[in-house]
């Protein structure tokens, strides 16, 4: 039995692995970017996750090793595994979510949906996408972003030479990815878990209300969605899990297009703001799921316990006040809504919180929670 | 805002608490008797709570002191309360869960239902008792016990012989409790919250089921009851919890005779085993709602999420083994049940853990949360 489990990174994602972690009575152990980070209570350690020496000493003194974030150099990675250290997910599946080529390529091969793509070196090769996209497309950097961006939507063909220019400066570089612009209805996000054994669950199909490009909202399941669709994606999310052999969470991030079909947009290898609704509104929190996948525990139900339940995110907060200053004023109003906080300061556009509800009456639910939420604006 | 809860006692309860205080962003600082102990991850402090000193040191830095137990003496109560500090329940009111005879005056008082009882000093008086009750009572001590025990079943009037002599010799002593046997059908419990600003809330009735003495299972709501029951029970938790004066949660166990009617058997000033299935099965968990209580936050919601709730103590569990050696087994057995581990050794008869389950099916629940439960015997 492993039951100490070392988590990479102090966010947010970290501390809601906590409450979980005490019920079950897993020994979390946090290595933090900084002191004060949302996961605090459990920080055991502070450093940087790029730095071998630094990684291998905080995991030397767990059984598994996973992720607050993906952003873990693949050497790091490999050195933890070259040292017997159990790490999950692994190097290789992390890999596809740290390279959006990587991605779009291992996509391929196993036949998912996704948007048509192509890897692009230079204004050539971007301009011939563009012809046969309708002269608009959007550009990603496959790691990172060059200028604290990585997505661009590009109309000409001259639109992408900065990135092109950095490009052949860097030492990771190869080539860019563009992606036709897919018009897209609304966006949905399927979650599984996946355990080293093999065992896969997946959550209900969710949709992803976007505001500005930063989630707002989650609504599960996904108002409208058919069994047919449901189904799908539920196929799609247990494929792509696999295929990609990662464990832990997955989050499948997808575009519902106009004419039915789902692509898929992004993949996150770790618990994610699509699933927050869980921890209120599931059988199994996916934090709580996360640590049974990575340390190869039976997997939990998966099923919503109230029938409906919703998420919406608390972004910048009460701007020189805290969120508890508001807690008063959203609790009296709405008694149901469940408050959940990052220990951050509120600054604007930076995730801080997030209030969930659930419920039979999947309007009364959502009313709900916008007005527990209005009071954190 | 007062976001930091001192919590005196290091047991299960205050490791309950939490999970619930990252949630909410309430820094938690427990107070333990010793290392290692349940809520170890919270521990800030290791001391003996019967010390003045002790307690006033760690209560001067937080901004509400509550508990894990009722055992703190009225002296070192009253010590904090003189130096300003906020303690949830308070002094007044704790006393009528240290004093049994307190307790029973104070009801007496409240006009609310209980056993007919008599305060006894000597065996005349106890003969007294047990002649007006068939010749058989039940006799406590008010306050602890002189054996270990403090509940003893007498058929004569030299029953409590030993006791009597011990209370001559005993400063706190005064008299003993004795009362009538009850003809009960089944134990219940009505748990409810109270703020000191005075927002009462009631959980739905709970049936608990006793197996030697010691709680086993508890059925929310209690099956079969009847709305006037429901309501009934309600009425007299907010009664007794405005009566004393509680702040924080309030159990009230209750016996159900043959006829019909509930009688009040102990009150407890802390979240309470009878209400551990609101981790998984209510909107607002009792250790939530206790913070929110003491706090002076508003209270949350407590209505059964999916209808139906059980929870079954783990008493005892592998003798000699972990709790987590039989996860694997437990949970690939019953995806939907929910463990909550106490990090404590497995030892005969100790309270080691719990099981959750909720849905719409109160038979199918309680099968499937006894065969996990089962696991870790």
Redesign the interface.
Known sequence: ?F?RVGVIGGGQLA??M???A????VEIRVLAEQEGMSAA??ATAVGDYRDIDTVLAFARDVDVVTFDHEHVPQEVLRAMTAEGISVHPGADALRFAQDKLDMRRRLTELGAPQPDWAAVTNSTELATFLDAHGGRAVVKTARGGYDGKGVRVVDSANGADDWFAALAEDANGGALLVEELVDFTRELAQQVARRPSGQV?AYPLVETVQDGGVCSEVLAPAPGASAALLAEAEALGVAIAEGIGVTGMLAVELFETRDGRILVNELAMRPHNSGHWT?DGA??SQFEQHL?AVLD?????T?P??GNAVMLNILGGPLGQ????R??AA??AE??V??????KEPRPGRKV?HVNA??ADAGAILAAARVARDFFA
Chains 1, 2 share one sequence.
């Open positions: 039995m039951m501390r809601m906590i409450a979980p005490v019920e079950l009575g209570l459990a669950v921890q059988a199994t049974r525990l039976p997997l939990g139900a099923n316990t109230a805290t969120l508890e200053s807690f008063d609790m009296a008694p149901g469940k408050i959940h906080t990052y220990g919180g659930a419920g």
